[in-house]
């Protein structure tokens, strides 16, 4: 049988990328964003993940046309730089709003239907931030923890109807994430240039990272599951890194944190 899944923030980078691979994979696929660039043969549908009225009505329309959903993966997201003391609130708020409770309206809209089929497998996109916060990277860490948080409570609220979640947690990834990083516009002098440089080193990171239809195709791997892990880093060096967070003493590890995003 024909799997029906949903990708947010499908029309480009990871998430087009996910959204094709499960379309190669035997899927229907509809791609929820506010721009409208699906790849071959996915269902585009306008919606902001923000916008809960507009996530509700996207989930009805497949539901309408398809009956049931099977997976979703929740990618939609964004990131900001900066001092966390010289960041507007508007902008903190922003990226909890788009990363974590954009997740939540699209989570919520899908699992009645989940719960009534009695099966459905969510993939929410997080990060390696999330275990490893990055400095001036604050608010983007913290959003990503809460999402590996909301992943391993919901688990435990619906395992009993056959649904599963996994928490993905990417590192650097060649994607358009970059571009559209939303950087502090605030005069950080008194940070003597450690913003910049550790904005430009993990921006020099990314840009060499793993390609995104690589990782694309490790989300969808992850979302045609039916279980597993409930948090997976993806890529070896990334691997590493999450199990020394789990071995080193929290000091050591985000001492070696700050040696490297911190200097």
């Known amino acids: 049988m024909e799997r029906v899944a949903i990708v947010t923030g499908g029309s480009g980078g990871i998430g087009r990328c996910t959204a094709q691979s499960l379309y190669k994979a035997g899927c229907r696929v509809y791609e929820f964003s506010r721009r409208e660039n699906p790849g071959q043969g996915i269902i585009h549908i306008t919606a902001d993940v923000t916008d809960e009225a507009q996530v509700?009505?996207?989930?009805?329309?497949?539901?309408?046309?398809?009956?049931?959903?099977?997976?979703?993966?929740?990618?939609?997201?964004?990131?900001?730089?900066?001092?966390?003391?010289l960041t507007d609130s508007a902008d903190s708020h922003a990226q909890l709003e788009l990363n974590l409770f954009g997740m939540d309206n699209v989570t919520r809209a899908v699992l009645p239907a989940m719960r009534e089929q009695g099966r459905g497998r969510i993939v929410c996109?997080?990060?390696?931030?999330?275990?490893?916060?990055?400095?001036?990277?604050?608010?983007?860490?913290?959003?990503?923890?809460a999402i590996n948080a909301y992943v391993l409570a919901m688990q435990n609220e619906v395992k009993p109807y056959g649904i599963t979640l996994c928490a993905v947690m990417p590192g650097d990834i060649a994607s358009g994430f970059t571009a559209a990083r939303k950087k502090?516009?605030?005069?950080?002098?008194?940070?003597?240039?450690?913003?910049?440089?550790?904005?430009?080193?993990?921006?020099?990171d990314e840009r060499s990272g793993m390609s995104p239809e690589?990782?694309?195709?490790?989300?969808?791997?992850?979302a045609l599951k039916n279980g597993g892990k409930p948090m997976l880093a993806l890529g070896f060096s990334y691997k590493a890194a999450a199990m020394a967070a789990k071995l080193l003493p929290r000091r050591t590890s985000n001492w070696l944190v700050g040696r490297i995003y911190a200097k």
């Open 214 to 222: 690589a990782a694309g195709a490790f989300v969808a791997k992850t």
């Open 56 to 85: 509700k009505a996207a989930v009805a329309q497949v539901l309408q046309r398809e009956g049931r959903i099977d997976i979703l993966v929740n990618n939609a997201g964004f990131g900001i730089s900066g001092a966390a003391e």
């Open 125 to 145: 996109m997080s990060s390696i931030a999330g275990i490893l916060p990055i400095p001036f990277q604050l608010w983007y860490s913290v959003s990503k923890a």
């Open 184 to 204: 502090s516009a605030a005069d950080e002098s008194a940070y003597g240039g450690r913003v910049a440089r550790s904005v430009a080193l993990m921006e020099r």
